[in-house]
T-cell receptor
Framework: RKEVEQDPGPFNVPEGATVAFNCTYS??????FFWYRQDCRKEPKLLMS???SGNEDGRFTAQLNRASQYISLLIRDSKLSDSATYLCVVNSPGGNTGKLIFGQGTTLQVKP | DAGITQSPRHKVTETGTPVTLRCHQTENHRYMYWYRQDPGHGLRLIHYSYGVKDTDKGEVSDGYSVSRSKTEDFLLTLESATSSQTSVYFC?????????????FGPGTRLTVL
């Protein structure tokens, strides 16, 4: 079983749509959770951290369910510029190494 | 954007030759990481460093070595390049404090081994 699992997609949605991505992680001791965005042939960039109480940044909402070891990302009012791959990321627990575990990513294509 | 550069950005080399990739940061972050990214595998950690001269292996370290003689520079060496090491290599930096493990990535190096 992969440590971080995501549906690779692609998700093809029209502009203005709401789309949700999900991710599960295997190590219940993980404490830090993130969503990164990666554009084609570019480096991953932090989209948002995910907090236990859930958090929102503009059109983006992240949720964490520790009991189910499940993380979600909701994008409202999709824009063409949201087209990218979204990486679910959790920390590797044990020792202060700062190591992160990356999912393979979910590809989103927003169409006009 | 975090001050991270990688060099070279693109390289084509032949099997059996040594290759060194450089990561340079201006953020004075303590931790540095080397990843490779391949279709179907996502980002995989090769080696990481938690300080000058302090390094450790990641999940795919075979065939790679690293060195960190200064805070700002982290070198990745392919001792004898193979075609299976054709990949995109990303460097990342972080300054883990408490629960904040955010990593910031360099622009990547595309390596082709013929």
């Amino acid at each position: 079983r992969k440590e971080v699992e995501q549906d690779p997609g692609p998700f093809n949605v029209p502009e203005g749509a709401t789309v949700a991505f999900n991710c599960t992680y295997s190590n219940s001791a993980s404490q830090s959770f993130f969503w990164y965005r990666q554009d084609c042939r570019k480096e991953p960039k932090l989209l948002m951290s995910v907090y236990s109480s859930g958090n929102e940044d503009g059109r983006f909402t992240a949720q964490l369910n520790r009991a189910s070891q499940y993380i979600s990302l909701l994008i409202r009012d999709s824009k063409l510029s949201d087209s990218a791959t979204y990486l679910c990321v959790v920390n590797s627990p044990g020792g202060n190494t700062g190591k992160l575990i990356f999912g393979q990513g979910t590809t989103l294509q927003v169409k006009p | 954007d975090a001050g991270i550069t990688q060099s070279p950005r693109h390289k084509v080399t032949e099997t059996g030759t040594p290759v060194t990739l450089r990561c340079h940061q201006t953020e004075n972050h303590r931790y540095m990481y080397w990843y490779r990214q391949d279709p179907g595998h996502g980002l995989r950690l090769i080696h990481y460093s938690y300080g000058v001269k302090d390094t450790d292996k990641g999940e795919v370290s075979d065939g790679y070595s690293v060195s960190r003689s200064k805070t700002e520079d982290f070198l990745l060496t392919l001792e004898s390049a193979t075609s299976s090491q054709t990949s995109v290599y990303f460097c990342a930096i972080s300054n883990p404090q408490g629960a904040s493990d955010t990593q910031y990535f360099g622009p990547g190096t595309r390596l082709t081994v013929l």
